[in-house]
């Protein structure tokens, strides 16, 4: 996410390392190269040059505390104002009706019919709602047939009216069916087109008018960059919608849609997309983003996102388990289930502080545990309950059911081990022993 600008900005603010101040030559030569980071991201020029001007100012009117260095000082300057620029603080969504009514908006392949239903499956699963999803899309049959296959998916009813060409009608009747059938919220897929046009607006204005929506998304891939936010200030000359949604944010993004949509329509980014799975939706965080930009990580989020996996009650099993020795493969496969859950890998380790940087250039895929997970399903239920039966001639067998070598059997077995000792001595608190432990473990391959 945001890889390239994240370099160049790092870059950039290097400039100023080894200067005991902050003055205007220094300041000049730094705000260059974050404005040339900015404009190789594709946001505006004006926008990139207004963000420059307003960071000199504040760097030149401050004087730098005797704990940091200017360059630290330019970082939080730097990072407030992508903050403000992004939007400041959070904002939520519009659920105050009944039914809240959710219209959905965008061109044609920015992923919104498959926003419609992360939306849908987030309002159910992390707000408790009863989600009705709306097809509206009365050019393309694969619209409505893909939003069934959506809804079935995530366990979400899909209301659609095949035979009807009239966008209008069949939202009135989405809405009518919601409140006879106790949904409280009616999430509506309209149609999309290759590129604005007056057609597609007036459709769009029509449902607007008729339905009176609590929430009007606005749908933009952010691959697109400088051409999302052109589309979206279309989009809001005629709907004034309520907030953007950015979808694809774990492709090769470049930045410029996130950092200057804000500044271009005046309306919040919501929520954001950041992978095909159902659950890759996030509350779009204007603070946590510019952390991520700027190689900060994003350890809040990556918390949130452990505690919604975390379960009380498995965690309490595997407690007694470690106290007794009785840790087996099974319960580590249950460990890598939930770190799954949790998102792609690449998208984890991006929210580590420093992790981006160190990992540049490895391609992190996002089912990395499927050897593992081939190695352990290869081994028979006694074996994952007790690895120290695993000998010679089991490890042979196991190495040909899964596709792998003996030498990666081997090796993740003695990680087994490893991690297994290290949970008891955390259970039991052990705080010299555990030290010990990490010193040996640090001369280990």
């Given at each position: 996410m945001f890889d390239n600008l994240s370099e160049k900005l790092d870059k950039a603010l290097h400039v100023l390392k080894g200067h005991g101040q902050i003055t205007e030559i220094n300041v000049a030569e730094?705000?260059?190269?974050?404005?040339r980071a900015l404009l190789d991201a594709d946001v505006?020029?004006?926008i990139a040059k207004e963000f420059t001007n307003t960071v000199k100012e504040k760097a030149l009117g401050q004087d730098v505390l005797t704990s940091l260095q200017p360059g630290q000082l330019m970082v939080k300057l730097v990072k407030d104002e992508l903050t403000q620029l992004m939007g400041g603080d959070v904002e939520g969504i519009?659920?105050?009706?009944?039914?809240?009514?959710?219209?959905m908006s965008g061109?044609?392949?920015?992923?919104?019919?498959?926003?419609?239903?992360k939306l849908a499956n987030f309002l159910q699963t992390k707000k408790?709602?009863?989600?009705?999803?709306?097809?509206?899309d009365v050019y393309r049959p694969a619209a409505i047939d893909q939003l069934h296959v959506v809804g079935e998916q995530i366990g979400v009813e899909v209301f659609s009216d095949r035979g009807n060409t009239d966008p209008v009608a069949i939202a009135k009747a989405g809405i009518a069916h919601a409140k006879a059938n106790g949904f409280n919220v009616v999430i509506i897929d309209t149609a999309g087109r290759l590129a604005v046009d007056e057609q597609m607006m007036n459709e769009i204005a029509n449902i607007h008018k008729a339905i009176e929506p609590q929430e009007t998304l606005f749908v933009v891939d952010s691959m697109t960059g400088q051409d999302a936010v052109n589309t979206a200030k279309a989009f809001n000359d005629v709907l004034n919608f309520d907030g953007v949604i950015l979808t694809k944010l774990d492709g090769d993004t470049r930045g410029g849609a996130a950092i200057s949509i804000k500044s271009v329509v005046n309306k919040p980014i919501k929520f954001i997309g950041t992978g095909e799975k159902m659950d890759a939706i996030d509350v779009f965080y204007p603070s946590r983003m510019a952390d991520r930009i700027l190689g900060?990580?994003?350890?809040?989020?990556?918390?949130?996102?452990?505690q919604e996996q975390f379960d009380e009650e498995e965690a309490r099993k595997i407690q007694k388990k470690i106290a007794k020795n009785k840790f087996g493969f099974d319960d580590f496969l249950s460990q890598i289930q939930q770190i799954k859950k949790m998102g792609s890998l690449k998208d984890l380790m991006g929210m580590i502080p420093g992790a981006g940087k160190a990992l540049k250039g490895l391609d992190i895929e996002d089912d990395a545990f499927k050897h593992i997970e081939a190695i352990i399903y290869s081994m028979t239920p006694d074996e994952r309950a007790t690895p120290t039966k695993l000998n010679a001639s089991r490890k042979k067998r196991i190495a040909k059911g899964s596709g792998?070598?003996?030498?990666?059997?081997?090796?993740?077995?003695?990680?087994?081990?490893?991690?297994?000792?290290?949970?008891?001595?955390?259970?039991g608190g052990g705080g010299k022993k555990m030290m010990q432990m990490m010193g040996a473990m640090k001369g280990m391959k």
């Open positions: 730094t705000l260059k190269e974050v404005r505006n020029f004006k519009n659920l105050s009706g009944a039914p809240s009514i959710i219209l061109l044609q392949g920015s992923g919104k019919t498959t926003f419609s239903g408790s709602k009863k989600a009705l999803l709306v097809a509206c900060m990580g994003d350890v809040v989020s990556l918390v949130e996102r452990a792998r070598t003996i030498q990666e059997i081997n090796q993740l077995l003695k990680q087994f081990d490893q991690m297994s000792k290290m949970m008891k001595m955390m259970q």
